[in-house]
């Protein structure tokens, strides 16, 4: 091996590291099935590695692996669909299911997150797992910057809204203060 | 600014997505009004926690990788051990040299990350710069513990003992104190604080500043400029700004404007760490003192007030007592 290849290689399984375990995340947020996704972050990063190599220490990679694993997630949930007539909208899992929260606070998150309009979800669940810019995100999903920034405002606000009319506006302050003790 | 406006703000701010003017809007925004403040806070911790929330589900990513990892993998130089045997034993030692500076430095650099800096003010007063900056002037005797650089989002330090605080002004990074009665938040302004083995006593000086008890967070108190609260058995309670001398550690200056003797002695102890008493007996509240020292000696103090005053003092022990002749 080459030094380069040696410097690509090592780059290649630090953004490895860095990236797999928020990927399966996300793509979870799609695909509810482990082992699919999975399979779905590890064959993008085979990709790069044969097909894109050129990505590998760059900026780029970040837009890149996250716009792959949703395609690549959207694609594997209409394989589904068709292989599955029994189960035509696939029985929407529920994400909490088998999560038991530390905290009442972060439970009452996740269902806020959850009870997010699908659209405003995605945008929002996007920024949180990439950090990508508003601009990065308005090309990873396709659609304008300015969408992105009215539905990243209309998610805090829901999710604020959520949160106050199930009584725990207040509840965070406590759980900041246990956590940081 | 409307509702939705600075929603849209702070979630730009969150975003990193604001311009420097827009930072300045939002911390204009957050100076104007502490509900400002909590909503702002409010919406900053859903932010946080659903960024934790949402990538809480484990997987297993050294054995994703031992799946795809590329072969070849690369020659790995510290899992052979055959290059070496063939080295001279100069050049293993010097090796071993470098090895051992490769770790002091890499146990350096993570180190350096975010130690522990402890201050203590042991034999005078202290003035020193935190990391973002901001001011704190330490009393003799007093103690401060932070990260240097701070924590990510937050400045947090704890004090024992007392202190002024000049906080640089930064709405997405509150200045907390904490110490064992409570905290102390800074809502951009000058400060002091005394942590006394029974309670914590604020005093604003300019500004505004949030209160909350060791116990119970949710419980809290906004102080503004010229007010003062004590922090006493998780009780917060506003009170009377007493005496105008509790900066005089770090002015140098004792104030007296027909001041009754009693407090003029409390500020005097307060001051130079004196057991000065009354005798038993004294009016005191018909003696009044006006006067002012600027860096004087404790003597000097005392021969200027049985000038004023026609008393005496007399020496028990460690106690100085006044004493009409």
Request: net charge neutral.
């Amino acid at each position: 091996m080459s030094t380069d290849k040696r410097d690509s290689y090592y780059l290649f399984q630090q953004a490895f590291e860095t990236w797999y375990g928020t990927l399966c995340n996300y793509a979870y947020s799609y695909v509810r099935d482990r082992n699919a996704c999975e399979d779905i972050v590890q064959e993008v990063f085979t990709r790069i590695w044969e097909d894109r190599p050129q990505l590998i220490g760059t900026e780029g990679i970040r837009y890149y692996l996250f716009t792959a694993v949703r395609n690549n997630c959207i694609s594997w949930l209409r394989q589904a669909k068709k292989h599955s007539a029994a189960d035509p909208d696939g029985a929407q899992p529920v994400y909490i299911e088998h999560r038991r929260e530390q905290t009442e606070y972060r439970a009452m998150v996740r269902q806020a997150i959850d009870n997010l309009p699908p659209r405003c979800r995605e945008v929002f669940l996007l920024s949180r797992f990439s950090n990508m810019t508003y601009k990065e995100i308005a090309g990873s999903l396709d659609i304008s910057e300015k969408t992105v920034e009215n539905q990243m405002t209309k998610a805090l606000k829901l999710m604020r809204s959520f949160l106050k009319d199930h009584g725990v506006y207040l509840a965070w302050a406590l759980t900041n203060f246990l956590l940081s003790k | 600014m409307e509702e939705n406006e600075h929603i849209r703000l702070i979630t730009r701010h969150l975003s990193r997505e604001t311009s420097s003017e827009e930072e300045a809007s939002l911390r204009q925004w957050l100076e104007g009004d502490p509900a400002h403040r909590q909503q702002f806070d409010a919406l900053r911790n859903v932010w946080d926690t659903s960024g934790d929330v949402i990538r809480d589900m484990p997987f297993d990513t050294a054995a994703a990788w031992e799946k795809i990892a590329p072969s070849p993998p690369p020659p790995s130089v510290r899992r052979s051990p055959t290059p070496l045997r063939l080295l001279s034993p100069r050049l293993v030692a010097a090796a071993s040299v470098l090895l051992a500076l490769c770790i002091a430095a890499g146990w350096y650099y993570l180190t350096r990350q975010h130690p522990l800096q402890q201050v203590i003010a042991a034999a005078d007063n202290q003035q020193l710069t935190l990391p973002d900056g901001s001011k704190v002037w330490l009393r003799k005797g007093a103690g401060l513990k932070y990260q240097d650089p701070f924590n990510k989002g937050l400045r947090e330090v704890q004090l024992t003992g007392e202190a002024f605080f000049q906080p640089i002004s930064d709405p997405a990074r509150p200045f907390r104190i904490r110490t064992i009665h409570g905290a102390i938040e800074d809502i951009g302004t000058t400060f002091l604080v005394r942590d006394r083995d029974s309670m914590d006593e604020v005093f604003v000086i300019t500004g505004k500043v949030k209160l909350t008890t060791g116990e119970d967070p949710s419980q809290s108190l906004v102080l503004s400029s010229g007010q003062k609260a004590t922090i006493l058995k998780n009780k917060l309670s506003p009170s009377d700004w007493g005496t105008p001398n509790m900066m005089s550690w770090k002015t140098g200056a004792l104030e007296f404007r027909q001041t009754p003797l009693d407090q003029v002695v409390q500020d005097i102890n307060d001051h130079f760490g004196s057991q000065l008493n009354i005798a038993p007996g004294l009016e005191v509240e018909k003696i009044k003192i006006t006067a002012r020292f600027d860096h004087q000696h404790l003597d000097q103090v005392l021969d200027e007030i049985k000038l004023l005053t026609g008393l005496h003092i007399i020496r028990i022990k460690d106690t100085l007592l006044f004493v009409r002749q």
